[in-house]
């Protein structure tokens, strides 16, 4: 049997999370609505999801170890420190999740366990 990879996680979200979900949202549906999305993401309680439920939700394609960014979050796991969680926003009109920030930390912990619990705020 294989052994589980600890994967620590923040308690909230940290603050440059919710400009970097804004940026990304924005591009599909513009700066006020981002904005409104993201203070409701800033209210919204912690919740938790596996991560391969995320994927399927958000129907994204996992990216590879050799992105820097993976890179980079799977060294943190690595070495212990501990990961922000997901900001997620349910798109109704078009019946999809957009993870407006953490895309990069999902694949990365994907890597290591695709059952592993993920911490996010979603609205």
Known sequence: ???????????EPQKH???????????????????NIAKKLERAEMTEFAA???????????????NSH???DRARVIQNETL???????DQRNGKLVIADGYHR????YTFDEDAII?????
């Open 17 to 35: 999370d919710y400009p970097a979900a804004i940026s990304y949202l924005s591009l599909t549906m513009g700066l006020q609505a981002s904005k």
């Open 106 to 109: 999902l694949c990365a912990v």
């Open 52 to 66: 391969k439920d995320i994927f399927r939700a958000s129907m994204l394609s996992l990216l590879g170890v050799s």
């Open 70 to 72: 993976v890179e980079k």
């Open 1 to 11: 049997m294989s052994k589980k990879t600890n994967i620590k996680w923040q308690s």
């Open 119 to 123: 911490p996010c705020k979603i609205v």
């Open 84 to 90: 922000s969680p997901l900001l997620l926003f349910r």
